[in-house]
């Protein structure tokens, strides 16, 4: 979650637990953290944490660097698992479902961590469900 709207949707990260998910961040405001320093890093991930705390009672426990752009130094920093994805849909260029699921369901890899806008979701989700795909493993 970005720390910045986590006051916006104080229910959601609630929610996120009570389904079992682990709970990330992905800095407090997306800025690139290559561009600040290992302070403002710290702050980014630190005000975040109190703000998911303050909502849910707990804070991240795995983090993602704003555009994949991080280094050592910021992992060793935040002090967090850092995770990147292996396909990036580019759902947020294309703004298209229908290529965001054949991206997903023709790729390369059998297990995927996908990067893709939550709006576009339902309909890949819901395609998968009718598609009798295996594939659609992934999204349970």
Not at 29 to 37: A, E, N, R
Not at 44 to 71: E, H, K, M, W
Not at 98 to 118: F, L, P, Q
Request: with cysteine; glycine share 6%.
């Amino acid at each position: 979650m970005l720390g910045q709207n986590v006051s916006s949707y104080p229910d959601a990260p609630k929610r996120m637990l009570e389904l079992g998910c682990e709970i990330g961040s992905h800095s407090w405001d997306h800025t690139q953290l290559t561009t600040i320093d290992l302070d403002a890093v710290a702050k980014q991930f630190s005000d975040t944490d109190d703000a998911l705390i303050q909502a849910c009672g707990q804070a991240a426990s795995v983090a993602r660097a704003p555009y994949g752009d991080g280094n050592s130094d910021i992992y060793n920093t935040v002090n967090k698992p850092f995770f990147m994805w292996s396909l990036d849909t580019e759902d947020w260029k294309l703004l298209d479902a229908d290529a965001d699921y054949s991206a997903v369901m023709n790729g390369k890899d059998s297990v995927k961590i996908v990067t893709i806008e939550v709006a576009r979701i339902l309909k890949i989700f819901c395609q998968c469900l009718t598609s009798g795909s295996r594939k659609s493993q992934p999204f349970a």
